[in-house]
Antibody, heavy 117, light 110 residues
């Protein structure tokens, strides 16, 4: 069964950066892309970006361009998402998900990021 | 702003049929496939349908999805208590070159 295990909850101060990890298993990592989305309290899911796990190409949402970087480590079957310049509005649960024949066909369990002074 | 609109809530009794709608525009649903996700309490979201109405293996045939024009719908027949949770539609939006999601519909089984 395809699985994604995400890193643990984070508490950050405004202006800081956060780097989350998403470890994939039970499929050939380099064959598919990985997407990142987030869900702030009471809000809809918001797409952040995508990475081709094979060649490392990325695509980012206009809403996060310049503030987010998605990378991958093929030796560790892991994708990373770094978000900079955090504000309270970045408080959300962040999810990674696979992009195969269908986008978001398998999801991680989510990571809560809380931004508070 | 590119938005997909869903009713905030839906409900039914066990065995009933429930329909959840997702309304968009020509730049999203009107020109791209719709995907549906189920998010049950305490679990990771799960893909219910891809490419408008294709059901992944393991999804019961009580669930069906369709699209017409700039709207899509998710039908759940034979409602069961374990269906209780949040349901989201999603699609690509050409105007923002990104994935967009509906606001989610909270399904309650009475």
């Amino acid at each position: 069964q395809v699985q994604f295990v995400q890193s643990g909850a984070e508490v950050k101060k405004p202006g800081a950066s956060v780097k989350l990890s998403c470890k994939a298993s039970e499929y050939t990592f380099s064959r598919f892309g990985v997407l990142w989305v987030r869900q702030a309290p009471g809000q809809r899911f918001e797409w952040m970006g995508w990475i081709n796990a094979g060649n490392g190409n990325t695509r980012y949402s206009q809403n996060f361009q310049g503030r987010v970087t998605i990378t991958r480590d093929t030796s560790a079957n892991t994708v990373y998402m770094e978000l900079r310049g955090l504000t309270s509005e970045d408080t959300a649960v962040y999810y990674c998900a696979r992009d195969s024949d269908s986008p978001f066909d398998y999801w991680g369990q989510g990571t809560l990021v809380t931004v508070s002074s | 702003q590119s938005l997909l609109t869903q009713p905030p809530s839906a409900s039914g009794t066990p065995g009933q049929r429930v329909t959840i709608s997702c309304s968009g525009s020509s730049s999203n649903i009107g020109s791209n496939s719709v995907y549906w996700y189920q998010h049950l309490p305490g679990t990771a979201p799960k893909l219910l349908f891809y490419r408008n109405g294709e059901r992944p293996s393991g999804v019961p045939d009580r669930f069906s999805g369709s699209k017409s024009g700039t709207s899509a719908s998710l039908d759940i027949s034979g409602l069961q208590s374990e269906d209780e949770g949040d349901y989201y539609c999603a699609t690509w939006d050409d105007s923002v070159s990104g994935w967009v999601f509906g606001g989610g519909t909270k399904l309650t089984v009475l």
